[in-house]
C-alpha cells in the first residue's frame, strides 16, 4: 500500500473509532472525509502522527479555507479537483466533521458567513491532542473522553433516519422529504399547491428545512439567474423560478417568524442585487387567522398566499391591481 493510501486509512480508522461516519455514507465519501481530516491536521504521507497540527485560537495556528483544502489534496494526495468545487467540500465533506465535534467551522472568524469560501476551519485541541497519540500512544483513551462529551454521531444520525417526515411533491415529480412540523407542512403546501397554480412553468432551486437549512439546491439554474453564491444564513424558505414568465419568486413559509416585512424586504433586495430576472416577494401562511397576526408586518409591493383558500393572491401593491374584477 502506498504511503497516500496508508495514511487515508489510518485516518478512516481515526474517524470510524470517533464514530463520525454517517452509516450510508459510500467508501468514496469516507475517503473524502479523512482526507478533510488530514488536511486539516497537515498530516501528508511522509508525515508522522505526531506532528499533527490544530487550531489553538493563535492567528499563526493551523486553519485552511475549502480552497486550501482542496490545494492541499492536489498537491499531496495526487487529487485533480477544481478549485471551484469548494462549496461541494463544505455541503458533502467537512459538514460531517463539524457536526461531528471534530472540526472547527469557523476558526479564527466566528461572523463569517456559511458560504464564504474564505472562512477558515480547524481541528479542535482535544482532537488534536488525540490525532497526536496515533497510533502507539494513549490514543483509544481520547476516543472514549471525546465520545463522553460530543455523543456518537453516528448513532445520532441513526436516530435521526427514523424521524417521522412530510413528503413533498414538486411540480417536475421529484420528490423531497422534510423533516415534520408546522413549518414544512406550509412549505408542502406552497410546493404542492402554491407553484402549480400560480407559475405557468414552475421550477424549484431552492428549499430550506428548519432542520437542515440547504435542503434541496439547484446551484446551476441559481448561477444562470444571477444567484452564484446564496447565503444560506439569509435565504428565503423557498426560491422558484417561472420559466414562461422569467420570474424569481422569494417565498417565506411563515408559522412563527419571518413574513416579508420591510426590513425582511430590503435585506433579501441586497441578497438579490445581482440577480437577473424580475422578482416577486411572497409571504406563505397556513390560513387566515395565521396571517392576521403578521397582517401589520407585511411590506408593500409584496405578495400574500394563503394555503386555505390557494385559489387567491392578496397584492399588497397599490395601484397596480386597480380596476374593476370581471363578472362571473
Same mark, same amino acid.
Given at each position: ?7 487515508? *486509512? *489510518? ?14 455514507? #459510500? ?9 478533510? %481530516?488530514?488536511?486539516?491536521?497537515? &498530516? ?26 482542496? #490545494? ?10 477544481? !478549485?471551484?468545487?469548494?462549496?461541494? $467540500? ?19 472568524? !466566528? =461572523?463569517?458567513? #456559511? ?25 483509544? @483513551? +481520547? ?20 424521524? !417521522? $417526515? ?7 415529480? @421529484?420528490?423531497? *422529504? ?24 414552475? &421550477?424549484?432551486?431552492?428549499?430550506? =428545512? ?6 434541496? /439546491?439547484?446551484?446551476? /439554474? %441559481? ?49 438579490? @442585487? ?36 390557494? *385559489? +387567491? /393572491? ?15
Amino acid at each position: 500500500m502506498s504511503r497516500k493510501n496508508s495514511k487515508i *486509512e *489510518e485516518a478512516i480508522e481515526i474517524l470510524t473509532e470517533l464514530r463520525a461516519f454517517d452509516p450510508l455514507l #459510500t467508501k468514496g465519501r469516507r475517503e473524502r472525509i479523512a482526507l478533510a %481530516l488530514l488536511a486539516l491536521a497537515n &498530516v501528508r504521507p511522509n508525515s508522522f502522527w505526531k506532528n499533527a497540527q490544530n487550531w489553538t485560537g493563535r492567528a499563526d495556528s493551523w486553519s485552511l479555507s475549502t480552497r486550501e483544502i482542496i #490545494t492541499f489534496w492536489n498537491t499531496n494526495y495526487g487529487l485533480t479537483i477544481s !478549485p471551484g468545487s469548494y462549496d461541494d $467540500v463544505r455541503r458533502k465533506v467537512l459538514i460531517y466533521l463539524v457536526q461531528a465535534g471534530i472540526v472547527l467551522k469557523s476558526a479564527g472568524n !466566528p =461572523d463569517a458567513n #456559511t458560504n464564504n469560501p474564505t472562512r477558515k476551519y480547524g481541528i479542535s485541541q482535544e482532537v488534536g491532542d488525540l490525532l497526536r497519540a496515533y497510533p502507539g500512544g494513549p490514543w483509544k @483513551k +481520547h476516543i472514549e473522553k471525546f465520545i463522553n462529551k460530543h455523543g456518537d454521531y453516528a448513532a445520532r444520525v441513526e436516530r435521526a433516519k427514523d424521524l !417521522p $417526515v412530510v413528503p413533498v411533491m414538486f411540480p417536475n415529480g @421529484k420528490q423531497l *422529504e422534510l423533516s415534520v412540523g408546522e413549518h414544512n407542512e406550509i412549505q408542502k403546501l406552497i410546493i404542492e399547491n402554491f407553484l402549480p397554480r400560480f407559475l405557468k412553468k414552475p &421550477v424549484v432551486l431552492y428549499v430550506g =428545512d428548519t432542520n437542515n437549512k440547504l435542503l434541496f /439546491m439547484d446551484e446551476k /439554474m %441559481l448561477y444562470k439567474v444571477g444567484i452564484p453564491t446564496p447565503n444560506h444564513d439569509k435565504l428565503p424558505d423557498i426560491i422558484a423560478l417561472d420559466l414562461e414568465k422569467n420570474w424569481i419568486f422569494l417565498i417565506e413559509a411563515v408559522h412563527s417568524s419571518n413574513p416579508i416585512s420591510r426590513v425582511r424586504h430590503l435585506e433579501l433586495e441586497e441578497l438579490m @442585487k445581482e440577480c437577473k430576472l424580475d422578482i416577486v416577494y411572497v409571504s406563505a401562511f397556513k390560513d387566515r387567522n395565521s396571517f392576521r397576526n403578521w397582517l401589520i408586518e407585511i411590506s408593500w409591493e409584496t405578495e400574500v398566499w394563503l394555503g386555505d383558500s390557494p *385559489e +387567491h /393572491m392578496i397584492h399588497f401593491n397599490g395601484d397596480k391591481f386597480l380596476g374593476p374584477h370581471i363578472k362571473k
